[in-house]
């Protein structure tokens, strides 16, 4: 059997022995602050292992119940897989045991164990009354079935049966994902002489390595790994649901510059977010609405940052209501899709409500289309093709690149990857390392052809469009990843003909009318007759230089290869320049430190028109100008 390696955290009101029962359990007394010793509460999160059965290990975070130290159990909370809710037999249940239960129900914790402590303070029948009020608690929660056991730290009684209930629940819970991206939400930093800083978490996802190259987001200060350690064990590499304690060195990795609500990460397709695009669960009985512009705290992973909301389905959402909201952060955060975060107000401090991260990395959003609502709710909801396609939906025109697919998904690397041949199959584009959604796709050939047709309308002379001036069709593609696809498509479609950085519709020939082509014929006579001395465009005859159509006309030429342009204004006939090649490779082919007057032997021509002759042998290769003169290739 493979050993599942997960978090069991504690929850609970204060002074309801927590603490004391995780030591029961483990011999590990995980009040380490001297604070805490004075107090006798837990403050801050303390950590113990517990290996209760044969593959299952569990990594225990304490976490403070006390109500002005919430934010600390929330930054203990968001990586549990199994929590074990503490209830004193002798009080029952207090506030924070509600707001306790709240949270891990927000944070999409999926197993429970409940524990009854002090169980050798109360007789049989309050222990009964305090059994039926724990049911009644969870009745309307996922927790409705999970098992709730009378203990007592002082007596040990009920701690095997505990132990039990925690491996069944344990073995039942998800296995997080070793292949996936590494992320390590940090909870403590301190500094170790001779090691240097260390920052310890939950390894929420993938598996780091000894000498890795690492990422600490929000700030994206680069660091290596100097040293991994697991519960005290030295390990070269640590997994997925690892309680993880990390020796990091670097430039910037002194103890003041690193701070919890950082995440470690690798790589490059992390990047911190200012706006989240978000579903939020208002709590039904706290007495708070959200309201559009409301200023509310975020908690997500180890992080805690204020926003204010715009509300983009709703006016506002009532207590027990659901809704898109995104929230505009006060300063970065780091997210992912499906990421489970919890809310609570700016003042007095509650919590509030919570939810699921929709869009890491949002655009600015307000009042939101029935559409884009529905695509969100797929990037959150759906199986991985329709959450990769959600995402390529939402990306538009900049298309969302592969890499960053497990992050605007919430999917491992090989699932969201997995996804793309289906979706090309149904007419999704793979551009470049990035995937378009095949309404983009649809939309970006409608654009590419009406504009190739309209340009045909306008100017039927003219050969094609030019590709530049079809490229910038294609909304926010600056490196024109995507119209470079969509054109190439097209020409292997047979829609397009590409050639000469020209695009037509294929088929498609100017028609000339009779007097186009007297025009038409009138100056390709010049070029052939004048050979290699061809009058520049100004000094063709007045009626056709004063024809509207001269230019059209023109490149109709050079399109067809009837004439080449050696300058903007100059031209000359291609066969004519064709015969000159050939002359000057073999009259002249192989020799070097060639002059003009060199080149006038083989072309008797003037000046005028023997330099920009050299100057398209020198762009085509036939010569190749140096310091001391020309070279001539040999052919």
Excluded: C
């Excluded at 999409?108 to 524990?115: F, H, Y």
């Excluded at 529905?374 to 890499?403: F, H, N, Q, Y």
Aim: glycine share 10%.
């Amino acid at each position: 059997m493979s050993e599942q390696a997960l978090i069991l955290g504690t929850a609970g009101h204060i002074d309801h022995g927590k603490t004391a029962l995780v030591k029961a359990l483990t011999s590990v007394d995980t009040d380490r602050l001297k604070e805490e010793k004075e107090r006798g509460i837990t403050i801050d999160l303390g950590f113990a292992e517990f290996s209760p059965a044969s593959g299952v290990h569990l990594g225990v975070v304490d976490v403070p119940g006390h109500e002005g130290f919430i934010r600390n159990m929330l930054a203990g909370a968001t990586g549990m897989d199994v929590v074990l809710l503490v209830i004193a037999s002798d009080e029952g249940v207090m506030p924070q045991t509600r707001e306790h239960l709240a949270i891990v129900r927000l944070l999409g914790v999926t197993r429970m164990v409940v524990a009854l402590t002090k169980s050798d303070l109360v007789d049989e029948e309050w222990l009964e009354l305090a059994t039926e009020e724990v049911r009644e608690l969870l009745s309307d929660t996922p927790y409705s079935d999970a098992a709730i056991i009378a203990t007592s730290a002082t007596t040990g009684a009920g701690l095997s049966e505990l132990t039990d209930a925690l491996v069944a629940a344990a073995r039942s819970a998800r296995d997080r994902r070793s292949d996936d991206l590494v992320r390590l939400p940090i909870d403590r930093v301190f500094t170790v002489r001779g090691t240097g800083t260390v920052v310890t978490g939950t390894l929420w996802s993938g598996s780091l390595q000894e000498g890795a190259s690492v990422r600490l987001l929000p700030g994206g200060d680069r660091a290596r790994v100097r040293g991994i350690q697991v519960h005290g064990r030295e390990v070269n590499v640590a997994h997925a649901g690892a309680r993880t304690a990390v020796a990091l060195v670097g430039p910037a990795m002194s103890r003041e510059e690193v701070n919890r609500g950082q995440v470690l990460v690798i790589d490059d397709a992390w990047s911190a977010s200012s706006m989240l695009t978000v579903w939020l669960t208002v709590l039904p009985d706290t007495g708070w609405s959200v309201e559009h512009g409301q200023r509310v705290r975020i908690h997500l992973g180890t992080a805690e940052v204020m926003a204010r909301t715009v509300m983009l389905d709703s006016d506002g959402l009532a207590p027990g209501a659901e809704g898109w909201v995104q929230f505009r952060l006060e300063r970065p955060i780091l997210a992912r899709a499906r990421d489970r975060f919890v809310i609570r107000s700016y003042s007095p401090v509650t919590t509030i409500g919570g939810g699921l991260v929709a869009e890491p990395n949002a655009p600015k959003r307000r009042k939101a289309t029935q559409e884009l609502l529905e695509t969100l709710k797929r990037v959150i909801e759906g199986d991985p093709m329709e959450a990769v396609e959600a995402s390529a939906a939402l990306s538009m025109w900049s298309g969302a690149p592969e890499a960053e697919l497990p992050i605007m998904t919430g999917l491992p690397l090989s699932v969201s990857s997995a996804a793309i041949p289906a979706l090309v199959e149904a007419g999704a584009y793979v551009v470049a390392g990035r995937v378009y959604h095949r309404g983009t796709v649809e939309s970006g050939r409608s654009l590419i052809l009406d504009a190739v047709s309209g340009f045909h309308a306008e100017a039927p002379l003219r050969p094609g469009i030019p590709l530049e001036e079809l490229r910038q069709r294609i909304p926010n593609d600056e490196e024109s990843r995507l119209a470079d696809g969509l054109l190439a498509a097209l020409e292997s479609e047979g829609k397009l003909r590409l050639s000469s950085g020209l695009a037509s519709l294929s088929g498609f020939e100017p028609e000339l009318s009779p007097g186009q082509r007297t025009v038409y014929e009138s100056i390709l006579r010049i070029y052939h007759d004048q050979g290699l001395t061809p009058p520049a465009v100004e000094e063709l005859p007045g009626e056709l230089r004063k024809n509207r159509d001269l230019w059209p006309i023109l490149k109709l030429l050079e399109a067809r290869a009837e004439i080449i342009a050696l300058d903007g204004d100059f031209f000359m006939a291609t066969r004519a320049l064709q015969d000159a090649e050939s002359r000057v490779i073999s009259e002249l082919g192989g020799r070097q430190g060639l002059g003009p007057s060199d080149f006038k032997t083989v072309l008797p021509v003037s000046r005028k028109h023997l330099i920009p002759i050299l100057a398209y042998f020198d762009r085509k290769g036939v010569t190749n100008r140096r310091e001391d003169g020309r070279e001539v290739s040999k052919g």
